[in-house]
């Protein structure tokens, strides 16, 4: 075990056994959560001055998985762990005598990637996504109930990960549900398989408050910085306030075009990041002929995903190994205490987490990728005002 002198402890054992180390060892150490990936991810660099890792232990799938054990107070079980699987290695040289080991990979599931299945499956969606779930080892699921309604579905000389992403795209809920994002996130030792809907993610409980200052305040945790990525102009100029489509309507014989807008959209903002005059309509999309998904929904989840990509904040906070993608996050800038107008300060508010980054170095500290649709302002704005918006 290595027992950090800052912030958190940090276990480590590689092939099984606990390797000892000195603190100083570890040139970084970062694990990340994505929402916009399966599985976590890792890179581990540490300095091997007696080539123990570089040159004598043997690149075997023993030595490929390292398990990691991380928490803040020392006990029998820290408070999260992940057993990694190493894809890659870039063991290099610095001098004669010093070289560094560093190693990449991702949560251990060949499940998801290694094996093409060619089955069919009957019952529930719900069902089907659940079977999957325990197939590729996860302990609990966190699955829509839009999707408790029969279909059935061929997964076609797919892996379990590239039907899942076909489903994710392609599914709607019993009441035209859409836009659902699939992951598998690590909280409390344990896997959770997530199949929601944005919307649904939207509506969950905020998770954690900050406040942009050194030293948190009462509930609130301490934001040292942040940086703003705005795609206003990128984006608005696709047009982003209407979607086109057009296909072939088999059973019926007839060709038919439609569009959907952000009427429905559930907003984490005031106002969405897009002019209220701007062109409406986007390139049409032709989607082919129908099948048995709901091509309004897809659209729709399409122009969803665009619109949570119009603003996004990197901010840097004290790490927190159980934050998750799709967690939502309230932050607030000091200065609207004494103002008494929140809003005056329009990247304040509630974000959802879209990545987590864990840096585990002298401390554990964390930046956290959020996104969200829009601002919040007080101030007279020509940008569009969102129909439907998260209460606290």
């Not at 959560?33 to 075997?60: C, E, I, N, W």
């Not at 301490?222 to 209407?242: A, C, N, R």
Request: aromatic share 12%; charged share 25%.
């Amino acid at each position: 075990m290595i027992e950090l002198v800052g912030n958190y402890l940090l276990r480590i054992e590689l092939g099984g056994t606990t390797i000892p180390m000195s603190f100083d060892m570890i040139k970084e150490f970062t694990i990340v959560q994505d929402m916009g990936k399966f599985l976590p991810l890792f890179r581990f660099a540490v300095y091997d001055p007696t080539g123990l890792f570089v040159h004598t232990l043997p690149s075997d799938r023993t030595v490929n998985k390292m398990y990691v054990e991380i928490g803040k107070s020392i006990g029998e079980e820290l408070d999260n762990s992940f057993n990694f699987l190493a894809y890659r290695k870039f063991p290099e040289s610095q001098a004669r005598i010093q070289s560094i080991f560093e190693v990449s990979g991702l949560l251990d599931n060949k499940m998801l990637f290694d094996r093409e299945f060619v089955r069919g499956f009957s019952g529930k969606v719900s069902g089907t996504l659940e079977t999957i779930a325990k197939e590729i080892g996860c302990d609990s699921i966190n699955i829509s109930p839009s999707l408790n309604y029969v279909m059935n579905l061929i997964q076609g000389k797919q892996t379990n990960a590239k039907f899942l992403k076909d489903l994710q795209t392609r599914l709607s809920g019993r009441a035209g549900e859409h836009d659902f994002r699939c992951f598998v996130k690590r909280v409390n030792h344990k896997n959770v398989f997530v199949f929601r809907t944005l919307k649904e993610l939207i509506n969950a409980p905020v998770k954690k408050k900050y406040i942009m200052n050194d030293v948190g305040f009462e509930d609130r945790e301490p934001m040292f910085d942040f940086q703003i990525v705005d795609s206003y102009g990128v984006l608005g100029s696709l047009g982003v306030k209407v979607q086109q489509y057009e296909y072939f309507d088999w059973e019926n014989g007839r060709y038919v075009r439609d569009k959907v807008d952000l009427s429905d959209f559930m907003s984490l903002s005031d106002y969405f990041l897009v002019e209220a005059d701007a062109e409406e309509t986007s390139r049409t999309i032709f989607l082919g002929r129908s099948s048995i998904f709901d091509y309004k929904a897809q659209m729709k989840s399409k122009l969803s995903e665009r619109v949570m990509n119009l603003l996004k904040m990197w901010i840097l906070v004290p790490g927190d190994i159980n934050v998750a993608p799709g967690d939502l996050v309230d932050v607030l800038i000091p200065d609207a205490m004494y103002t008494g107008d929140p809003y005056i300060f329009q990247y304040a508010g509630l974000w959802m987490v879209e990545r987590v980054v864990h840096t585990l170095t002298t401390s554990h500290r964390m930046r956290l990728l959020l996104t969200r649709n829009g601002i919040d302002t007080t101030m007279p704005t020509t940008l569009l005002k969102a129909r439907k918006k998260k209460g606290y």
